[in-house]
């Protein structure tokens, strides 16, 4: 399966076009208590992430996202840094739900990772 990756925008360049746009901005963890959990589904095991984009530090609705990956991870790109690839898609993912312009909601580095999967 190939895909066009020249629409797609990393997660850095994501969250420094949004810290740009809200220059009070912040990430977070969705609940600071419990950052991720670790969930069975089918038979196998995910870390799920949710995460949070507060416009300043008063946001009463902040732009909310979950990402997850399967663990023990299936490429180089996501085995031993599961939840850290969990946290940065869904970090990308709350540049979009708080307004950023995109195409594509996943960004290359999750296409990537997928295309390289068994």
């Known amino acids: 399966m ?12 994501r969250m420094r076009k949004i810290k740009e746009i809200f220059p009070e901005g912040v990430f ?7 950052p991720f959990k670790v969930v069975e589904i089918g038979g196998l ?3 799920a992430y949710t995460a ?14 979950c990402a997850w990956e399967e663990v023990p991870g299936r490429t180089p790109y996501t085995k031993g840094s599961e939840l850290m690839n969990a946290e940065t898609s869904a970090w990308g993912r709350c540049a979009i739900a708080v307004g950023l312009a995109s195409k594509k909601i996943a960004s290359a580095d999750e296409i990537k990772a997928r295309q390289e999967a068994p």
């Open 2 to 13: 190939s895909f066009n990756m020249d629409d797609y925008v990393d997660v850095a360049e």
């Open 28 to 34: 977070r963890p969705a609940n600071p208590n419990e």
């Open 45 to 47: 095991t995910y870390i």
């Open 52 to 65: 949070a984009f507060y416009r300043d530090p008063f946001d009463p609705c902040p732009a909310i996202a």
